[in-house]
């Protein structure tokens, strides 16, 4: 499986990015999708994930309200739209996936098989 993220770019805070993530090779065996991110010095973390044979959600509460995840099976791509964006947001955005039926929605790095190449997401104040 083949993951290509796009989207990014810059934006002033308050304003609105989505990014695309297309699964390709064999994306028959994703069961689900997140979005991970990773600012500059700090750690990668977990923005958001979804199910992909029901939709189901989760989001880190940094970003609830804000970025709303969603898929489209006929294209394996998942998105996420980001709203109200702050400069704390900016980071390198990653998609991942996971071939494991029991490890959707989950936080954990580890817990993905496949991960995207990485988009820029810079917020200016």
């Known amino acids: 499986v083949q993951l290509q993220a796009s989207g990014g770019g810059s934006v002033q805070a308050w304003g609105s990015l989505r990014l695309s993530c297309a699964a390709s090779g064999r994306p028959f065996s994703i069961y689900g999708m997140g979005w991970f991110r990773q600012a500059p010095g700090k750690e990668r973390e977990f923005v958001a994930a979804i199910r992909w044979s029901d939709s189901t959600t989760s989001y880190a509460d940094s970003v609830k309200g804000r970025f709303t995840i969603s898929r489209d099976n006929a294209k394996n791509t998942v998105y996420v739209q980001m709203n109200s964006l702050k400069p704390e947001d900016t980071a390198v955005y990653y998609c991942?996936?996971?071939?494991?039926?029991?490890?959707?929605?989950?936080?954990?790095?580890?817990?993905?098989?496949?991960w995207g190449q990485g988009t820029q997401v810079t917020v200016s104040s």
């Open positions: 991942a996936a996971t071939r494991d039926p029991g490890r959707t929605l989950l936080p954990s790095i580890p817990m993905y098989d496949y």
